[in-house]
């Protein structure tokens, strides 16, 4: 991981208002259509205080060996299991069983609209701060997770260092973005969909739109492919 929060370096309340902010967030409410899709998923986005008071969010890129998305960069998180209570408990699981982030060190301060892939899967972004950064110790799952690493939430908002690529689906354009980061452990690219739910958490924590287009899939959206059989 990089660098934490200073504990003399910044301030307690600066997090706390941000919980409280978010907090305040009222998600779109969905139609109840979700019997559509076949399977569900959530991530975590664990957000910190990092030592220059920049807020900071933890991603993990992939192990190679996985059978999907192997080697890419990712949020914590992953697919509902029978005993997963709700939406936060898949992603705080999810997290521990990743990165070894216990749930106790996050607080949970909203969850955001669902996301609907193209393979009908529904992933449910849940935001989350880290406040005690010096009890989290990362302990990456070999068989999931090459490497734990953090960048600044706000690059997701900025036209620096991204580029996008213009795609079409059943006749509808949209942009998938690319932001190129480098982190003290290494060079990473954070994409497609990670880099659509950071764009929107992003905004939302910020309360600003991005420096650029966004046009995101509209097969994102619930219902869509209700609509396009």
């Not at 929060?5 to 109840?32: A, C, F, I, M």
């Not at 669902?114 to 972004?125: A, S, Y």
Request: hydrophobic share 40%.
């Amino acid at each position: 991981m990089g660098s934490y929060k200073d504990p003399n370096h910044g301030s307690d309340d600066d997090v706390e208002n941000l919980v409280q902010r978010l907090r305040l967030y009222k998600p779109t409410p969905v139609s109840d259509e979700t019997e559509f899709y076949v399977k569900r998923a959530a991530v975590l986005v664990c957000i910190f205080q990092g030592n220059n008071g920049d807020l900071r969010v933890i991603l993990t890129k992939r192990s190679s060996s996985l059978s999907s998305h192997s080697g890419e960069v990712a949020l914590p998180g992953g697919k509902q299991e029978e005993t997963d209570i709700d939406d936060i408990q898949t992603a705080l699981r999810e997290a521990k069983e990743e990165i070894g982030l216990e749930p106790s060190l996050v607080n949970v301060a909203t969850v955001l609209e669902p996301v609907f892939t193209k393979h009908r899967m529904i992933v449910v972004p849940v935001v989350g701060i880290l406040s005690d950064t010096k009890a989290f110790d990362p302990c990456p799952c070999a068989d999931e997770v090459e490497a734990i690493f953090d960048a600044p939430l706000e690059m997701f908002l900025k036209d620096e260092n991204r580029w996008a690529e213009e795609k079409e689906w059943k006749g509808e354009k949209y942009l998938l973005h690319y932001f190129d980061y480098e982190a003290e452990n290494g060079k990473y690219l954070i994409w497609a969909f990670t880099a659509g739910v950071l764009i929107r958490v992003a905004s939302i924590v910020y309360q600003r739109p991005p420096a650029f287009l966004e046009l995101r899939p509209r097969f994102w959206d619930i219902g869509y492919y209700r609509r396009h059989p």
